[in-house]
């Protein structure tokens, strides 16, 4: 396995600077977030800009598990949606402008609101099946982040999806903390959705009884992460495992970059050695 860290987590910081401080820190790979408020919006990317992160990457010897684009797929207008698969279409090239793989993956939420799943199933479903023929088209893989409070939000709801949009270049974007929240055991769940997956997150909360939750760093929380990375492992995952930083941590006063992606790097490091694996 290997350990990758998402810019999401630092929006304070250009991809410039962030990927040396990220490789100095020991990831092995770099998960790219589009988003205006990052300042790494695609129309701030330039062919220049792009050219400079492309040096970058390869001088520092960072993969790139994902494109992540920060938004949901879900919309119930048409335009919308056009507007979302262009958006998806424009991270793949940016993947290729950057030097990735042959097929990048592109992850972002499937949206929609958990309340609404039986309304939002049907059109998610004919939304995902164009941006799977999009990806086959243009040879990328969109991954689906399932979310606590979106419409697809267990492992019955992904597995529901999936299976019926049918489509090998549509896959799932597996955090493993919305499932925890939603009250499922690693244990059951990994071994199911790993199948279906082609990129991951993974941060930490802690739970209260009335479903409300507390987001925390990683090994601050109740997630079992040995547990988890051992999951992982015996269900065959061995590529990346990319730490991701909640918005409501970042976004609090006292919030330190490099602090909180080092004390990741050592919590995640030190689950892959409890488990006896590997890294690379």
Avoid at 151 to 167: K, P
Avoid at 186 to 194: D, F, G, M, Q, S
Wanted: charged share 25%.
């Amino acid at each position: 396995m290997k350990l990758a860290y998402g810019t999401y987590a630092m929006p304070t910081v250009p991809l410039e600077d962030a990927i040396p401080m990220i490789a100095e820190i020991g990831y092995e790979g770099v998960e790219i977030c589009i988003s205006e408020k990052h300042g790494s919006a695609l129309d701030r990317l330039d062919a220049g800009r792009r050219e400079r992160l492309r040096h970058l990457l390869g001088d520092f010897g960072l993969g790139v598990p994902a494109i992540f684009f920060l938004g949901g797929m879900y919309s119930p207008d048409d335009d919308a949606h056009r507007r979302n698969v262009e958006s998806i279409s424009a991270c793949a090239r940016l993947a290729r402008d950057l030097g990735l793989p042959d097929t990048p993956v592109i992850a972002a939420g499937f949206g929609g609101s958990s309340d609404d799943w039986l309304s939002v199933r049907p059109r998610l479903i004919e939304q995902l099946r164009d941006l799977g023929a999009v990806a086959e088209r243009e040879d990328f893989v969109f991954a689906g982040e399932a979310h606590s409070k979106g419409a697809v939000n267990s492992t019955e709801r992904v597995l529901s999806v999936l299976e019926a949009v049918g489509h090998a270049r549509v896959r799932l974007h597996f955090d493993i903390v919305h499932f925890f929240l939603g009250g499922e055991e690693i244990a059951e769940c990994v071994p199911r959705l790993v199948p279906w997956t082609a990129h991951t997150h993974v941060t930490d909360a802690v739970r209260h009884p009335d479903r409300r939750f507390d987001p925390r760093l990683p090994g601050e929380g109740e997630l079992d992460l040995v547990a988890y990375v051992r999951a992982m492992a015996e269900a065959g995952w061995d590529d990346y495992i990319t730490l991701e930083i909640s918005g409501m941590i970042w976004g609090a006063d006292g919030y330190d970059t490099e602090a909180a992606a080092r004390r990741c790097h050592t919590v995640l490091s030190a689950a892959l050695d409890a488990c006896g694996i590997e890294r690379g």
